[in-house]
């Protein structure tokens, strides 16, 4: 089991720019899958990202079409800790943001809500028009 802490969130203007962060413990990198989900009042948990790497190598990485373009996904693994790069923020990018984690033996899809099992605590980004 890996526990994951977010931070990183905040308000910001549209066309802005933040960085969120999810520190790890329990578990290296090399053991689990880690996603990004984020989640708009009323509205279904949507996925965002998902990564997995091996040492220097990614295996997988993944990004929803609403980010493609904008958002990307990387690693400090001296610090446990995988990053989500916002760019030209919309507001429609408006949630709380999760980052998850599931045993890279686990499920099938990295897409998948259902198949993670380690979520941080989530962190709300606004963004404003």
């Known amino acids: 089991q890996v526990q994951l802490v977010e931070s990183g969130g905040g308000l910001v203007q549209a066309g802005g720019s933040l960085r969120l962060s999810c520190a790890a413990s329990?578990?290296?990198?090399?053991?689990?899958?880690m996603g990004w989900f984020r989640q708009a009042p009323g509205k279904e948990r949507q996925f965002v990202a998902a990564s997995r790497w091996s040492g220097g190598s990614t295996y997988y990485l993944d990004y929803a079409d609403s980010v493609k373009g904008r958002f990307t996904v990387s690693r400090d693994n001296a610090k446990n800790t995988v990053y989500l790069q916002m760019n030209s923020l919309k507001p429609e990018d408006t949630a709380v943001y999760y980052c998850a984690a599931r045993s890279i033996s686990s499920g099938r899809y990295y897409y998948r809500t259902d198949e993670y099992d380690n979520w941080g605590q989530g962190t709300q980004v606004t963004v404003s028009s």
């Open positions: 329990g578990r290296t990198f090399s053991s689990y899958a």
